[in-house]
């Protein structure tokens, strides 16, 4: 059975910091692109970044510079480190792999 786990949300102030991550069991990932997703309240669920299995990681233009994308391959693992965290970075984040999806982890980032 596949399933990807995500852990690492919560509440934070403006400017905090979160480390999420999202362990894969049931496949390899390895050769895989792996990409966490953001939906907030009311809005349409948004790609934040994503990771080829080798290569280049590419970010939406709202979170370049303050959130970074890793994978340690050896895990089955990807993980989202969140810094500067602004308020509209509220919403339920998921990662992805293969077609698969994760339950989400909450993310609050209170003003």
């Known amino acids: 059975q596949v399933q990807l786990v995500e852990s690492g949300g919560g509440l934070v102030q403006a400017g905090g910091s979160l480390r999420l991550s999202c362990a894969a069991s049931g496949m390899m990932t390895s050769f895989s692109t792996m990409a966490w997703y953001r939906q907030a309240p009311g809005k349409q669920r948004e790609l934040v970044a994503t990771?080829?299995?080798?290569?280049?990681?590419n970010y939406d233009d709202s979170v370049k510079g303050r959130f970074t994308i890793s994978r340690i391959n050896a895990k089955n693992t990807v993980y989202l480190q969140m810094n500067s965290l602004k308020p509209a970075d509220t919403a339920v984040y998921s990662c992805h792999c293969r077609g698969y999806w994760g339950q989400g982890t909450q993310v609050t980032v209170s003003s």
């Open positions: 990771i080829p299995s080798g290569g280049t990681t």
